[in-house]
């Protein structure tokens, strides 16, 4: 007998929808100058996945290089040393190059187009209008580079023609500004990023040494050089395909300077977007690194994993991959697929009324996922040299 016990919500459920917010340096969670409390448009820039009524109106900051800048974020799922739950958040910054100026918080809540004959003089990396942070190149390289078809994905049917901006999260390859969601939601990615780390907070120090030497701060990133060209072949996305056809695999853009901080994340309790022990928001001081420029960015990013697998184990790749859900072998013994029906009574095939069968709310997309929240635009600005 299946019983009507209705739905048991598990912390991963798709009815959360707030989960980590910048509060110093002002997170913009997609906002712009928008009047009412809710922003306009949550795919203007980047996947935040937190919700509408969060973020702070554009406002730029001037920081000088030497100074100490306290972050501060509020997560919603816990962190740090609470049993119930993995997470890592990861810090890191970016600014503009010197050969195309392309950060900014533009004038309108508009999506930057994918089409940049629908941008000013066909260049929607120099068009003012629109709010840009990663460019028009990454995304379209992102685009067209295969996604890793060795991931994990559960029972979600991720599409294979939307290129690296199909994951687990974003199955269908929806476009946030120029984002690549597959380098949102894996860290640390394994092609180069305009990303700089600052810093890795994490529930387990035990894997600090292997975010350090995979960090591009010290490493290049994997590209297939195409052999006598020198052209990056963006179609191929590892150095087995690469090396059969006599290019060359090469590890380019690490970003030379020195390692990120990684340190054991503060304690956060689950389901309480607010503060940690101490009655303060969790918090990170960082010194502003000696890199002038008028115009970078930060980001904040939280991946939350449930103890229900272990998604650092090798194993848990794309052979467990399932649409019914049946090959992940979970110890509490529901199929890892949306929305499933578990046994909470005596399993009992003579007696129905031992049996009480429930629906789990879950989605396998948010089993282990990624959150991200973003300034507006700021600047390096050179020490004066009568300060120490």
């Known amino acids: 007998m299946k019983g009507s016990v209705g739905v048991i919500c598990l912390i991963f459920c ?5 989960d980590i917010y910048l509060q110093n340096p002002r997170g913009s969670n997609n906002r712009l100058d928008e009047r009412g409390r809710n922003r306009n448009n949550g795919n203007r820039l980047f996947d935040s996945q937190n ?14 290089v030497g100074s100490i800048l306290s ?20 810090m890191q910054y970016m600014c503009n190059t010197e050969s195309v100026p392309y950060i900014r918080d533009g004038t309108t809540t508009r999506t930057v187009p994918s089409n940049p004959d629908q941008c000013r003089d066909g260049n929607c990396d120099t068009d003012s209008e629109y709010g840009v942070h990663e460019n028009f190149q990454y995304w ?14 559960a029972s979600q049917n991720v599409k294979n023609n939307r290129g690296a901006t199909a994951t687990r ?5 929806q476009r946030r500004g120029y984002e690549c969601a597959e380098e949102r939601d894996y860290y640390p990615y394994w092609h180069p990023s305009p990303w700089k780390d600052i810093a890795i907070l994490t529930s387990n120090t035990s894997r600090c040494d292997y975010y350090l030497a995979e960090s591009q701060n010290v490493v290049g990133k994997g590209v297939c ?12 996305n590892n150095p087995t395909d690469c090396e059969a056809d006599n290019n060359t695999w090469t590890l380019t853009g690490a970003h030379n300077i020195s390692a990120p901080n990684c340190i054991a994340a503060p304690w956060s309790r689950v389901n309480h977007l607010g503060n940690t022990l101490g009655g303060h928001n969790a918090m990170y001081n960082w010194t502003i690194p000696n890199d002038v420029n008028d115009r970078c960015v930060f980001r904040i990013r939280y991946n ?4 229900d697998y272990n998604g650092w184990d090798p194993a848990v790749n794309a052979s467990l991959n399932s649409r019914n859900g049946d090959k992940l072998g979970l110890p509490n013994g529901y199929l890892f697929k949306n929305n499933p029906d578990t046994n909470i009574g005596t399993p009992d095939d003579d007696n129905a009324d031992n049996n009480i069968v429930v ?11 990624t959150f991200q929240d973003r300034s507006h635009t700021f600047a390096i600005v050179p020490r004066p040299a009568d300060v120490p």
């Open 140 to 153: 379209s390289e992102c685009r067209a580079r295969p996604r890793n078809q060795g991931l994990f994905t």
């Open 225 to 236: 050089v195409e052999a006598g060209t020198e052209e990056i072949l963006v179609k191929i």
């Open 71 to 90: 972050i501060e974020w509020t997560n919603q799922h816990g962190c740090g040393s609470n049993p119930k739950v993995n997470c890592e958040i990861i």
């Open 304 to 307: 939350i994993s449930t103890s």
């Open 51 to 64: 919700n509408n009524r969060g973020g702070y109106n554009v406002g730029n900051m001037n920081y000088t």
């Open 14 to 18: 798709a009815v959360v929808s707030a």
């Open 169 to 173: 999260q974003n199955r269908n390859g």
């Open 359 to 369: 629906e789990l709310a879950i989605n396998t997309a948010q089993f282990g996922r």
